[in-house]
């Protein structure tokens, strides 16, 4: 009896002796996991991946069949966008008749120089290719409206993009393609009235002459900005009037579409204009950098607007809504529209959107 309660009584002292070994061995574990998760990324995140995304549109002219698109979004002042070398090497022997910079290239820091070596590096690539960009929520403001000592109307930012060869995207843009066109256009163009905002605007614009304000400090800065959004909406005008039933529309926003607001504004189109959104062949969108946190085989971990594990549905890739080709961009930087910084186990990536007739 002595004995086996003497085994009893010694055994547990075993254990335990055994046990802060465990402990050690187990966290030593951990923390190789987590460095080694870390280097990945540091890894993951130094490089860019390029995507190839082919667009099927119904009826497509021959004309358009393989046009291609290379859209780049949410840098955030990201020092990879100075990486020129990268980039160089990235769409080496590439083709590509124009760029899209999708807005949130310079974010909340307000430092463009990023963007602006983006912008060279793109040129020495393909000297042939127009770049568009708009601007994105995070961005600082486009249009200066208050006095700040300058007569530009243009914030500082968009005039620097602008002189480095940019077009800033604030009314539909064409390029020529053969004998026809492809229209670049702000997606909000869509669901207005540019000439009764015209005639709104002129209306204003004589009622701030008549009180002096263009004289004013306050005043003529918003006097200023008034007639940027004057002569935009001529632009529009103009534009629309222009675009014809053989051309290709285009349009690009930051924010995606909801699919519900695709589905409504598809549905309410003027279906005997040629500018109307029923008509649109791709639409270019980011603003998520797909999810920004990510975890290997489940996706993003969490997206203000959508929740905790969304899916990748709405945040990235390409959805067919209607006749509508809509395709999110993953973007290159970190957005401090998340509470997470940096990103995890989620790769910077642009990507190569071609127009096609045939189906896959």
């Known amino acids: 009896m002595a004995r086996r309660k003497n085994t009893y009584i010694f055994a547990p002292d075993s254990h335990r002796r055994r046990g802060p070994g465990c402990m050690l061995l187990t966290l030593a574990i951990l923390l190789a996991v987590v ?8 890894s993951l995140n130094r490089r860019i991946r390029l995507e190839t995304v082919k667009a099927p549109v119904m009826a497509l002219d ?3 069949e393989n046009f291609t698109v290379l859209q ?9 966008g100075k990486d020129t070398d990268a980039w160089r090497s990235l769409l080496y022997g590439k083709s590509f008749s124009a760029v899209v910079l999708s807005g949130d290239m310079v974010g909340r820091s307000g430092d463009v120089e990023p963007m602006l070596a983006l912008i060279g590096a793109l040129r020495q690539i393909n000297s042939t290719a127009a770049i568009y960009f708009v601007a994105g929520d995070d961005d600082p403001d486009p249009v200066i409206a208050d006095y700040r000592g ?27 393609v053969g004998k026809k066109k492809v229209w670049f256009t702000p997606e909000y163009v869509y669901s207005m009235d540019p000439s009764g905002m015209a005639d709104s605007l002129t209306r204003q614009k004589e009622e701030m002459e008549s009180r002096g304000k263009q004289y004013e400090a306050d005043g003529g800065a918003s006097y200023r900005a008034l007639c940027y959004r004057l002569d935009t909406m001529n632009r529009c005008v103009a534009a629309i009037k222009e675009i014809t039933a053989n ?7 930051h924010v995606p579409l909801q699919v519900d607001y695709v589905r409504t504004a598809v549905e309410w189109a003027d279906q005997s204009a040629v500018f109307n959104f029923r008509n649109v062949s791709l639409m270019m969108a980011g ?16 997206v203000p607007e959508l929740g905790w594990f969304p899916g990748d ?5 390409m959805q067919r809504i209607n006749s509508i080709n809509q395709y999110i961009s993953g973007g290159v930087g970190a957005s401090s ?14 990507a190569l959107l071609s127009l096609t007739a045939k189906i896959q």
């Not at 300058?150 to 390029?175: H, N, R």
């Not at 549905?313 to 890739?317: A, E, K, L, S, V």
């Open 150 to 176: 300058t007569p530009e109307v243009m914030a500082p930012w968009v005039k620097a993009a602008q002189d480095a060869g940019a077009i800033y995207l604030d009314a539909p843009q064409s390029l020529q």
């Open 62 to 64: 021959q004309a358009f």
């Open 35 to 42: 460095v080694l998760s870390l280097l990945s990324n540091i």
């Open 72 to 80: 780049i979004s949410d840098l955030h002042a990201a020092s990879i």
């Open 247 to 253: 051309d290709l529309q285009i349009a690009v926003a």
């Open 287 to 302: 603003h998520y950098v797909a999810g920004q946190w990510r975890l290997p085989g489940i996706g993003p971990i969490y």
């Open 313 to 317: 549905g709405n945040i990235i890739g």
């Open 337 to 350: 529209f998340y509470p997470m910084p940096g990103r995890l186990f989620n790769t910077p990536v642009v």
